[in-house]
């Protein structure tokens, strides 16, 4: 027993709970940072990648804003007049 | 085996895991590599871009030190070397250092990608495996010649920080990669001449425990005759100025010396002489700055407007 009635290994553990749970906290808090920091360069290169990236184009990064008009079948050409003369008429 | 008391993890721990000194070179190589391209291809990179590569790069390197070190928990326990890393001393258990190493590879991965091209992110992921699967869990306890093989996951840095940049792999890159390739056998065989009784208590077929120590000194020597002129093709190739090219010539001729050095004397065999013991450990320390210096230089090279083309008759 000492001074305030525990026995010196409940001390012990006691001490060597605190320890481990400030280990954690230290470690967590590492962890903390880290994806953080990760979240932070994502988003760092994200918008470098953005910036350089020439949107315009069709090689642009992540979408596309020029669509192509469609191609078009060409008119078929209307007969003209001089055509129909040469023609044979109905009999 | 070396028992440890369980004690609290600190941050510290963890950046032991991740095998800093070995994350140093890693990076610093791979910065070489990002700077010569960009002054080589004339392509350019964000800076802020290239800083976020950098540390993906970083990231990969002690995601693999991590699962390497998850891995080898068991042989780190018996050597005296490393009984005191994280997981063996047990500040760290094991299953959270393969967690750690795994979720490191694939946000490391994931950060190169979205900072310059999917070919860097694919080297990247295949130097981890290189390292943190082939090596550490197919060679190194198998087979003698673990450092030779293994030693591309190494010489990945600098061919990654090319494609970060360009997109490609060209060969001045690949050259890069050779040097880092040849000169990591003589550099590890070094330390482990000094450390062979650990491998052989651990189990670990190094070179010197499996083939012997003469025949140890006898591959340093034939791996620094390569290495030497392999330290040069770069000028042949223009990647390498003036500046590198006299370094390289005076540090790979130092190289060779202190590697004949080692090759003549006992180095490794039980009865060595202390002064033996120091021609190897020379080497082992020389061989770090062998590698720092040359890198320095490109990067001095095409990074500060120091290149001075070597014209070669």
Do not use: C
Request: aromatic share 10%; proline share 6%; charged share 15%.
């Amino acid at each position: 027993m000492n001074e305030t009635g525990d026995h010196p290994s409940a001390n012990a553990g006691q001490a060597e709970e605190r320890a481990r749970l400030a280990a954690q906290k230290k470690r967590n808090m590492w962890l903390a940072l880290a994806l953080f920091a990760f979240v932070v360069i994502v988003g760092v290169t994200t918008v470098i990648r953005l910036g350089d990236a020439d949107l315009s184009k069709d090689g642009g990064v992540y979408w596309r804003n020029d669509p192509q008009p469609r191609e078009q079948a060409p008119m078929p050409e209307l007969p003209s007049d001089n055509d129909a003369d040469s023609e044979e008429g109905p009999v | 085996m070396i028992q440890h008391t369980r004690r609290h993890a600190t941050a510290a721990d963890y950046v032991q895991l991740m095998k800093p000194r070995i994350m140093m070179l890693v990076v610093f190589t791979a910065v070489a590599g990002l700077v010569a391209a960009q002054s080589v291809s004339g392509a350019s990179m964000n800076p802020i871009m290239a800083v976020i590569a950098t540390l993906a790069v970083a990231l990969g390197s002690g995601a693999a030190g991590a699962i390497n070190m998850w891995y080898d928990a068991d042989i780190d326990a018996v050597m005296t070397r490393t009984s005191t890393r994280p997981i063996p001393s047990g500040a760290v258990p094991r299953e959270e250092a393969l967690a750690m190493g795994l979720i490191m590879s694939g946000v490391s991965v994931l950060m190169m990608w979205l900072a310059s091209n999917a070919l860097a992110a694919l080297l990247l992921a295949g130097s981890i495996a290189y390292y943190g699967w082939f090596y550490t869990m197919l060679l190194k306890r198998r087979t003698p010649q673990n450092i030779v093989i293994g030693g591309g996951a190494g010489a990945f840095p600098p061919v990654i920080g090319w494609a970060a940049v360009t997109g490609s792999a060209p060969l001045d890159a690949w050259i890069l990669f050779a040097i880092i390739f040849m000169w990591t056998p003589p550099h590890f065989w070094a330390l482990s001449l000094l450390a062979h009784k650990e491998y052989a208590k651990a189990n670990v077929p190094m070179l010197p425990v499996a083939r012997g120590a003469k025949a140890t000194r006898n591959q340093i020597m034939i791996y620094s005759v390569l290495l030497a002129p392999l330290g040069l093709v770069p000028v042949v190739t223009g990647l390498g100025g003036m500046l590198y090219g006299v370094t390289a010539a005076l540090f790979g001729a130092a190289f060779l010396l202190l590697a004949f050095k080692v090759w003549r004397s006992e180095a490794g065999d039980g009865d060595a002489p202390a002064a033996d013991l120091k021609k190897a450990k020379g080497l082992f320390a020389f061989s770090i700055l062998y590698l720092f210096v040359l890198f320095a230089m490109l990067i001095v090279e095409h990074g500060f407007a120091a290149y001075l083309p070597v014209t070669l008759v």
